[in-house]
């Protein structure tokens, strides 16, 4: 098959679909692997890095969609490549649709094959091909926040591992999972207070094993939320419900009671936030302030690491992308329930629930379309 690269057009999003390795791979198994001109560079991949294993470097990303059968990106496709997806090609890359009703319409218009990174599970009901930006982004989270905390980024002036003799600052982690688990490596190295809010007692418990007596444990169901939220100097949203929109867990008569210069951090915003008065921001300018707290909410945080994250993303997507590539695609996810499972648009069908749910769509399963 004919794969290809295009160079990710979000603001400030630096990552990029394959690495050089990752394309060695794919060739060696006799695919062809289009790049687009310099799409690796900000990654610290360079173009004769992958012309060096056998890639064909293209200028143009129009001729990229043009000729490829599958498109890998990293990003959500953006309106102006929504446009250029053909009838039957296959996108593999983060959709994240339920928070994006423009997009979807799009990509139903399209009538491509669309297979969202983080609706892909495992055998234990997982998200591997989530986790491991989960994980960048959670300990992204505290590094954020905790610069956010400093005066001159209009925070309390607070430096969230304290001093000899005087306290660190109080951290509240909403949500246990990935984010959760990665943001307390973080916080509880700076020797912050960490609190972590779960609904799971199970989760809770294997996150006291790993980090004993430097975390709180809170079950969501038995705190007084408010209260939690109002002593936070730092508030991490890690909340996640797969393929559909995070729930709004603090509200904004939450965020009038917090301290001034406290901060909020919302990993969440990707799929719409977990915080009512929370709104997608960038790099270029990752912050606001409503009620004297200031809100960051930057939506492709690990895209301010791009080394970084590609190198973690291609780990998990990659062996994926190998199986698509050799068997196509009805093969490919016919086979596999898992990777199946992150099928969220078929050639003009919604095929992933909480998506067709949230955007008033038909659903069709996606063992029905994939038939068809």
């Not at 799409?39 to 991949?45: D, H, L, S, T």
Request: with cysteine; net charge negative; glycine share 10%.
């Amino acid at each position: 098959m004919k794969i290809g690269v295009p160079k990710e057009i979000k603001p400030q999003e630096h990552r990029i679909g394959l690495t050089p390795e990752s394309v060695k791979t794919l060739i060696s198994e006799g695919h062809e692997v289009l790049v687009e001109n310099n799409g690796g560079f900000e990654a610290g991949f360079e173009n004769d890095q992958y012309t060096s294993v056998g890639a064909k470097i293209v200028d143009k990303a129009e001729d990229i969609f043009n000729d490829a059968d599958i498109i890998v990106k990293v990003k959500e496709p953006q309106s102006g490549e929504v446009k250029m997806i053909r009838e039957n090609q296959i996108v593999y890359t983060y959709l994240h649709l339920a928070a994006a009703k423009e997009l979807t319409e799009g990509l139903i218009k399209s009538k491509g094959v669309c297979i969202a990174y983080e609706t892909v599970t495992d055998d234990n009901g997982r998200l591997p091909l989530l986790a491991p930006m989960s994980a960048v982004a959670g300990r992204m989270s505290v590094q954020a926040g905790a610069h956010c905390l400093e005066k001159n980024q209009k925070g309390r002036g607070l430096l969230l591992g304290g001093a000899p003799g005087v306290s660190g600052g109080k951290v509240v982690i909403l949500g246990g999972g990935v984010v959760g688990e990665n943001a307390a490596v973080i916080a509880t190295g700076m020797q912050a207070e960490v609190h972590i809010v779960d609904k799971s007692e199970a989760r809770l418990k294997q996150l006291v094993e790993m980090f004993g007596n430097k975390i709180i444990p809170k079950q969501s169901d038995k705190i007084d939320l408010p209260k939690l939220v109002s002593e936070a100097d730092l508030l991490v949203g890690g909340v996640l419900i797969p393929g559909a929109e995070a729930p709004k867990l603090v509200t904004r008569e939450m965020i009038k009671s917090m301290k001034r210069g406290s901060v909020i951090v919302d990993v969440a915003i990707d799929q719409g936030g977990c915080v009512e008065t929370s709104k997608p921001t960038t790099h270029g300018d990752p912050t606001y302030i409503v009620d004297d707290v200031v809100h960051y909410c930057v939506a492709n945080m690990p895209g301010g690491v791009p080394r970084t994250s590609t190198l973690a993303l291609n780990n998990a997507t990659l062996p994926f992308l190998v199986k698509l590539a050799n068997k196509g695609f009805q093969k490919a996810l016919g086979e596999d329930k898992n990777f199946l499972a992150g099928l969220n648009v078929h050639k003009g069908q919604v095929t992933y629930k909480a998506v067709a749910d949230v955007f008033g769509h038909e659903y069709v399963t996606p063992e029905i379309a994939i038939k068809n």
